[in-house]
């Protein structure tokens, strides 16, 4: 349970700071490269514990998809010893895109079994490969950056202004409403 959500937005804002700078920046070193994966790691970690607590965020973030695409597995299976090949293991030249909620998102960012930062031709960054352990011989995700970036930005300045609780006087249920 987060007790104080204020300075876990504050830190996801601060992130997304990072990321966008990171975005801009050319000849990005190793060290660079680290810190993005634990800014990515922790940021999405930190939106899924926001999203599952039931009154730090409003119902629209707390419900919100987004955009992303993926890459078939070549039928090659994903071990610790190969997962360094991703051009062997996925198809780049086929696969789709779909919608899917932050959790789904978070959940195969945060169990990943593959990530990597990707970067354009002229060495900035454009998206996040990822793929978790289940999904890991079936698919390849990506996630442009900007979309990254307006996540933690929209979950960093989602401030709440109502919470409405209700339980059903006859069936006992209980309703949370969050603005």
């Known amino acids: 349970m987060i007790l104080e959500s204020w300075y876990w937005k504050q830190s996801l804002l601060e992130t997304a700071q990072r990321i966008k700078s990171l975005k801009a920046a050319e ?6 490269i680290v810190l993005l994966e634990k800014d990515i ?14 009154v730090k965020v409003s119902d629209v973030v707390r419900h ?9 597995n070549k039928g090659i299976k994903v071990t610790w010893r190969n997962n360094n090949k991703l051009d062997e293991l996925y198809d780049f030249d086929s696969g789709g895109g779909e919608v899917r909620d932050i959790w789904f998102i978070s959940g195969r960012i945060i169990h990943s079994f593959i990530f990597s930062p990707l970067f354009t031709e002229e060495g900035s960054l454009e998206a996040i490969l990822f793929t978790s352990d289940t999904d ?12 990254v970036i307006d996540l933690f930005t ?9 919470i409405v609780w ?7 249920e209980e309703s949370t409403i969050v603005e």
Do not use: A
């Open 27 to 32: 000849n990005v070193s190793e060290e660079q």
């Open 41 to 54: 790691f922790v940021g999405f970690y930190s939106v899924r514990k926001l999203v599952e607590t039931q």
């Open 64 to 72: 919100i998809s987004l955009p992303i695409c993926w890459y078939p």
């Open 136 to 147: 890991k011989d079936k698919r390849l995700y990506s996630m442009h950056i900007d979309k």
């Open 154 to 162: 929209l979950v960093g300045n989602d401030n709440l202004s109502l």
């Open 166 to 172: 209700r339980q059903d006087p006859e069936t006992g």
